[in-house]
């Protein structure tokens, strides 16, 4: 499959939190191609291994992306055939009013998120962010339809387009992650091509947006002797920082800080330079609330690194992201892969 074409498809398709089947699908569709095995672990997670040529003990390297999107609950149907909503993940309110969404009840429904409108709003309102507890769904049917359709607890996602602004710049829902989970389909398909020694394993990761779960029970399982996360930053913008982002089109972010082991940190780098793949530095002076966190505290400890894709927008429906830095990415970890022999290895823990 193409990247444009798989970057689209996993974009739109569902995945809310704990709820992320439909996009899970299409990611072992598009692994199984590209790997020696595939499989879905008790979580939900999507795990694809690509054997490297010495069958040794040694624990696998093991890169990680999340394949989940922020979304909603459905918390109430009211009178009149409107629906209240709890968030899943870290949800700005402001951004809500208008937006388009899917419930997923017995079938799949549209609706409309909706609020008090500004014109009989009175003053204070008017001057106050509309809190989430005020906001509703509307799907334009009749209470006794949706009752028909719907119940509490059913999962909402947005309903969203991937929108090409340009060649190589999308905008579109969820790719937070799931720009992450392409660079991973880039690195299998780079390793196809390139021998490696160990084996390489790429989990497309749940529930990282409520709590990094799916990286906690998979890096346990994995047991790996590196583990690296790819996952987005913030692209720079008006009134963001130039220390705090990076530059979108000018490479992934090679974070630096407690999280990240000093030697993944320097062959990324020793890699970026001379193969003149383009790269930003990240410094990240606190736990990052990324897989990489989880997979640091796998078991008795993993060496990790972490990758950011710049990323606009983020946790709204219009993320914004150039696929040239995705394509980099894949690249990057790929000879990562290729030269990661037992001699690096020697100074990681857990070995």
Request: aromatic share 6%; glycine share 10%.
């Amino acid at each position: 499959m193409e990247l444009k074409d798989f970057i689209t498809r996993i974009s739109e398709a569902t995945g809310v939190s704990g709820n992320e089947e439909e996009v899970g699908e299409i990611i072992q569709e598009a692994f199984r191609t590209l790997a020696d095995d595939v499989y879905v672990d008790k979580l939900g997670n999507v795990i694809a291994r690509k054997e490297g040529k010495k069958k040794s003990e040694a624990p696998p390297l093991m890169f990680a992306a999340h394949m989940d999107e922020i979304g909603f609950l459905v918390s109430k149907a009211e009178d009149g055939g409107f629906i209240r909503f709890e968030p899943l993940g870290g949800i700005d309110p402001r951004t809500l009013p208008g937006q388009e969404v899917v419930i997923k009840g017995r079938e799949k429904i549209r609706g409309i998120i909706g609020a008090k409108p500004p014109h009989v709003q009175d003053a204070k309102e008017r001057e106050q962010a509309i809190k989430m507890e005020k906001l509703f769904i509307d799907c334009g049917r009749s209470q006794e339809e949706l009752n028909e359709i719907i119940q509490v607890g059913d999962f909402i996602s947005f309903y969203q387009e991937l929108t090409w602004l340009k060649e190589n710049i999308c905008a579109g829902k969820a790719l937070d992650d799931r720009a992450g989970v392409a660079a991973l389909s880039i690195l299998l398909k780079e390793l196809g091509n390139r021998s490696h020694d160990f084996d390489v394993i790429a989990v497309a990761t749940v529930q990282e947006e409520v709590g990094l779960r799916g990286a906690i029970t998979g890096s346990y399982h994995i047991n790996p002797a590196v583990g690296i996360a790819i996952d987005v930053g913030f692209a720079r913008r008006k009134g963001l920082e130039k220390e705090r982002t990076l530059q979108s089109g000018a490479g992934p972010g090679i974070s630096w800080g407690p999280h990240v082991h000093p030697q993944i940190f320097n062959k990324l780098k020793e890699i970026g330079e001379r193969d003149e793949i383009p790269y930003q530095l990240e410094p990240v002076p606190f736990p990052s609330g990324t897989d990489t966190y989880a997979i640091q505290m796998s078991r008795c400890g993993v060496a990790t690194g972490l990758i950011s894709i710049p990323l606009a927008y983020m946790h709204t429906p219009v993320e914004t992201i150039n696929i040239k830095d995705i394509k980099r990415t894949g690249r990057l970890l790929a000879s990562f892969c290729a030269e990661a022999d037992e001699k690096f290895l020697e100074g990681l823990p857990c070995l």
